[in-house]
């Protein structure tokens, strides 16, 4: 009996939860899927700023909820260049009445692409989360984020450019 328990529970824990790993939205939200792209230039040594273009598809229906791109500003608020770990800020806008602000967004170096002429790391590979949405105007409003970019961080000379996949899922506002 206990060898029989304890191969059922062996079996149920290969079968994915689904809803256990989906973000959860409040009364008042639904839930899309994110995906897309940014891509921004360093205008200091802990200021970025670009476009970002999303794409948000409602879960249930399959329909479009945005796809617009907007501008970006990001900001790293801390960094450990020995860990190769930073935390950011970000600021989307899409148009007045579609924005986001983001805090504590973790990025992670994950690799060396490039070095400078010096020989010193100038581009990186990069894995960044986030998840703390601190403001949100209009579909935003009151919603939340679980998102991942995947992409490269770049101040080399003559490079000086960072692009970004995104993906993920978030809860937005209902119309």
């Given at each position: 009996?206990?060898?029989?328990?304890?191969?059922?529970?062996?079996?149920?824990?290969?079968?994915?939860?689904?809803?256990?790993?989906?973000?959860?939205?409040?009364?008042?939200?639904?839930?899309?899927?994110?995906?897309?792209?940014v891509t921004t230039?360093?205008?200091?040594?802990?200021?970025?700023?670009?476009?970002?273009?999303?794409?948000?598809?409602?879960?249930?229906?399959?329909?479009?909820?945005?796809?617009?791109?907007?501008?970006?500003?990001?900001?790293?608020?801390?960094?450990?260049?020995?860990?190769?770990?930073?935390?950011?800020?970000?600021?989307?806008?899409?148009?007045?009445?579609?924005?986001?602000?983001?805090?504590?967004?973790?990025?992670?170096?994950?690799?060396?692409?490039?070095?400078?002429?010096?020989?010193?790391?100038?581009?990186?590979?990069?894995?960044?989360?986030?998840?703390?949405?601190?403001?949100?105007?209009?579909?935003?409003?009151?919603?939340?984020?679980?998102?991942?970019?995947?992409?490269?961080?770049?101040?080399?000379?003559?490079?000086?450019?960072?692009?970004?996949?995104?993906?993920?899922?978030?809860?937005?506002?209902?119309?």
């Amino acid at each position: 009996m206990f060898k029989r328990s304890l191969m059922t529970l062996a079996a149920l824990s290969l079968v994915p939860l689904e809803s256990a790993a989906a973000l959860r939205c409040g009364p008042g939200l639904r839930h899309v899927n994110v995906n897309g792209s940014v891509t921004t230039i360093n205008v200091t040594p802990s200021k970025q700023v670009g476009q970002i273009c999303l794409a948000l598809i409602e879960s249930a229906s399959g329909r479009e909820a945005l796809n617009d791109c907007g501008a970006l500003i990001g900001r790293t608020v801390a960094s450990d260049p020995e860990t190769g770990t930073s935390t950011h800020s970000h600021t989307a806008v899409f148009d007045f009445r579609n924005a986001f602000v983001t805090q504590n967004d973790q990025a992670q170096v994950t690799g060396v692409l490039a070095v400078d002429d010096a020989g010193a790391p100038c581009a990186f590979s990069v894995y960044e989360t986030i998840t703390e949405v601190q403001k949100g105007i209009g579909i935003f409003r009151g919603g939340s984020l679980a998102v991942t970019a995947t992409g490269s961080v770049s101040t080399c000379p003559n490079k000086n450019l960072n692009t970004f996949t995104l993906a993920g899922e978030a809860c937005i506002r209902n119309k």
